[in-house]
């Protein structure tokens, strides 16, 4: 009789077959908690697109626009850099959200002055207003999930 190891023993085996009726328990409660998993990102995509469908309705741009205005009007002067490190987006998505706040004239560009390849952003006075007509948080609902 030859020794074989249990883990080539094990897979040695047929599987059993399945018998109809309730999933065991452990499987159940898994399924269930996926379920519910689900759902719950559900809700939390249903409640950021109702946001942002209100922040456009009240000021004419999205809710990602919204954060990028109102994390450069907290930091006057910040860097295109700097902005998508405070946002946690990649660098050329804070970028277009800084072009699309540009065509708008709800920010500046402006050359650093020690280093003429930074470019600096600032509110303009449209920014500035729009700042205050926004709903809150300017940041979304999601910054904490």
Do not use: K
Not at 119 to 143: D, F, K, M, T, V
């Amino acid at each position: 009789m030859s020794a074989r190891p249990a883990a080539a023993a094990a897979r040695a085996r047929p599987a059993r077959p399945r018998l109809a009726g309730p999933a065991p328990e452990p499987e159940r409660t898994a399924l269930e908690l996926e379920l519910r998993t689900l759902q719950d990102f559900r809700i939390i995509v249903g409640s950021a697109r109702a946001y942002d469908a209100t922040v456009r309705r009240l000021t004419g741009i999205s809710g990602s626009q919204l954060w990028a205005l109102s994390e450069i009007a907290r930091s006057a002067g910040m860097s295109v850099n700097a902005l998508s490190a405070r946002m946690a987006i990649h660098q050329t998505t804070a970028s277009n959200l800084v072009n699309a706040l540009l065509r708008r004239g709800l920010i500046r560009r402006m050359r650093d002055g020690a280093d003429q390849r930074i470019a600096r952003l600032h509110l303009a006075s449209e920014g500035r207003r729009l700042i205050q007509l926004a709903p809150r948080p300017h940041a979304g609902l999601l910054i904490d999930a």
